[in-house]
């Protein structure tokens, strides 16, 4: 069984500029979502994907747009980067019968000077 | 506003040390609390919880709720220096008939000392 896995690792960006961060879920789940989480804070749900279509969305603003492709792997792109969007980005996967046990990926570190 | 909060924020304990973390929430429509451990970037399945009072085990660790009083502990026993990490509270509440995400708790950074 293979696990989540995020791509790229680690990522510098200057503000203004666009971010794509890549998601591959876990064998067998449809679902993805993806959550922010800054420096000593827990992480913060940005928004889930399943079948291809938005299925949620927390408190982040339009610039923060996402995909899910039919193989069910997922993009994040984020619009007009701001300082602080500094962030470990975690993707996470799960089952639609156990939508909410959540598999995390390693993440992408994303720095934005 | 839904919110989640975990005590203590930081704890240093030896091993060997029994510990006690902490988590209550407050948030509409409920459906299950989960526990992650975070070591360096991904956090990792611990248990999930959807009915007061069953107790959930694995190995040294072991987790129970309770939903009329709004929280959770995770027990660790006979604490080893690899259960050093950030252990992280999440609640499942959807809303709007729809899947939402897990709202988190800041997370509680445990250190066991050798």
């Known amino acids: 069984e293979t696990g989540v896995t995020q791509s790229p690792t680690h990522l510098i960006k200057t503000r203004g500029q666009q971010v794509t961060l890549r998601c591959s879920s876990q064998?067998?789940?449809?679902?993805v979502s993806w959550y922010q989480q800054a420096l000593g804070q827990g992480p913060q749900f940005i928004f889930q994907?399943?079948?291809?279509?938005?299925?949620g969305r927390g408190n982040f603003p339009p610039r923060f747009s996402g995909l899910q492709f039919p193989n069910y792997s997922s993009e994040l792109n984020v619009n007009a980067l701001e300082l602080d969007d500094s962030a470990l980005y975690l993707c996470?996967?799960?089952?639609?019968?156990?939508?909410?046990?959540?598999?995390f990926g390693p993440g992408t570190r994303l720095t934005v000077l | 506003e839904d919110k989640v909060v975990q005590s203590p924020l930081s704890l240093v304990v030896h091993e060997g040390d029994t510990v006690t973390l902490n988590c209550s929430y407050e948030?509409?429509?409920?459906?299950?609390l989960l526990w992650y451990k975070q070591e360096k970037k991904a956090p990792t399945f611990l248990f999930m919880l959807?009915?007061?009072?069953i107790e959930k085990k694995s190995g040294r660790l072991s987790s129970i709720l309770d939903k009329k009083e709004l929280f959770s502990i995770l027990n660790i026993t006979a604490t080893q220096t690899g259960d050093s990490a950030v252990y992280l509270c999440?609640?499942?509440?959807?809303?709007?008939?729809?899947?939402?995400?897990?709202?988190f708790g800041k997370g509680t950074h445990l250190i066991i000392q050798p």
């Open positions: 996470a996967s799960s089952s639609s019968s156990s939508y909410n046990e959540q598999f």
């Open positions: 064998s067998g789940h449809n679902t």
């Open positions: 994907y399943y079948r291809e279509e938005e299925n």
């Open positions: 948030v509409t429509n409920f459906r299950s």
């Open positions: 959807t009915s007061s009072g």
């Open positions: 999440a609640v499942d509440h959807p809303s709007g008939g729809g899947a939402d995400g897990l709202t």
